[in-house]
T-cell receptor
Framework: EAGVAQSPRYKIIEKRQSVAFWCNPI?????LYWYQQILGQGPKLLIQ????????DSQLPKDRFSAERLKGVDSTLKIQPAKLEDSAVYLC??????????????????FGPGTRLTVL | AQKVTQAQTEISVVEKEDVTLDCVYE???????LFWYKQPPSGELVFLIR??????QNEISGRYSWNFQKSTSSFNFTITASQVVDSAVYFC?????????????FGSGTRLQVQP
C-alpha cells in the first residue's frame, strides 16, 4: 500500500513570495492533516480535513495560509506572502477515520516525508 | 487544553544499553489516545505505537516496550539493547476522542543518540 505522498520535498523562496505544497493521502483515508514543524520542535496542527470539509483550522494563520481539499482526496497548502518565520517542515498526515471498516486503527495518523521550506 | 511534556531533550547511550524515554501528558478527557513516533534523520515521522486510555496493559514489541500509567499520566518508552539504528528523535503525542480534537498534540521530542 502506498504511503502519504508530498511534493516538493524542498523549496527555497524569498520573503513575500508565494509557495504551494501538495499532499496525496493513503488511498481511502478520509481524514487529512497539515502540520508545521519548526526546527527543534514537535509538529503543530495547521488544519484538519474530513473528506472535503474543514474540521479544525483554528491554528491556521488565515491572513497568509490557505488550504483546500476539493475532491476529498489530495490537498494543497498555500502560503502567500511568505515570512521568514514560515521556514519549517510542512508535514501531511492521513488517517482512516470516517472510513467504513476502519477498525481499531481509525485514528492512527500516517505521515508523508514532508516539505522543507526555507524563506530567505 | 491538552499538553504533552518530554522533559529529556537529548539522551546519549552506548550501543546495547537500555534507555527509557519519558512522556507525561495532560488532558481533561476520559477517552484519549497516546502515540509514539520516531523521526530518523531522513525526517519522516514513523508510527510506533497507539494506546487508548482504557487499556493500561503494557506492550512489548521486540526490543521496544511501553509503560502506560494512568495514575501518573505517563506513557514511557523503553528500548532494550539499543542499536545505532535507533538514533532518532522520538515524539510522544496525544489525541482526544472529540471530533474536533483528534489532531495530534506532540511533545517537543527527545533526541536519542546511540554510539557504537
Amino acid at each position: 500500500e502506498a504511503g502519504v505522498a508530498q511534493s516538493p520535498r524542498y523549496k527555497i523562496i524569498e520573503k513575500r513570495q508565494s509557495v504551494a505544497f501538495w499532499c496525496n493521502p493513503i488511498s481511502g483515508h478520509a481524514t487529512l492533516y497539515w502540520y508545521q514543524q519548526i526546527l527543534g520542535q514537535g509538529p503543530k496542527l495547521l488544519i484538519q480535513f474530513q473528506n472535503n470539509g474543514v474540521v479544525d483550522d483554528s491554528q491556521l494563520p488565515k491572513d497568509r495560509f490557505s488550504a483546500e481539499r476539493l475532491k476529498g482526496v489530495d490537498s494543497t497548502l498555500k502560503i502567500q506572502p511568505a515570512k521568514l518565520e514560515d521556514s519549517a517542515v510542512y508535514l501531511c498526515a492521513s488517517s482512516s477515520y470516517g472510513l467504513a471498516g476502519a477498525g481499531k486503527a481509525w485514528n492512527t495518523q500516517y505521515f508523508g516525508p514532508g516539505t522543507r521550506l526555507t524563506v530567505l | 487544553a491538552q499538553k504533552v511534556t518530554q522533559a529529556q531533550t537529548e539522551i546519549s547511550v552506548v550501543e546495547k544499553e537500555d534507555v527509557t524515554l519519558d512522556c507525561v501528558y495532560e488532558t481533561r478527557d476520559t477517552t484519549y489516545y497516546l502515540f509514539w513516533y520516531k523521526q530518523p534523520p531522513s525526517g519522516e515521522l514513523v508510527f510506533l505505537i497507539r494506546r487508548n486510555s482504557f487499556d493500561e496493559q503494557n506492550e512489548i514489541s521486540g526490543r521496544y516496550s511501553w509503560n502506560f500509567q494512568k495514575s501518573t499520566s505517563s506513557f514511557n518508552f523503553t528500548i532494550t539493547a539499543s542499536q545505532v539504528v535507533d538514533s532518532a528523535v522520538y515524539f510522544c503525542a496525544l489525541s482526544e476522542a472529540h471530533p474536533g480534537r483528534r489532531a495530534l498534540t506532540f511533545g517537543s521530542g527527545t533526541r536519542l543518540q546511540v554510539q557504537p
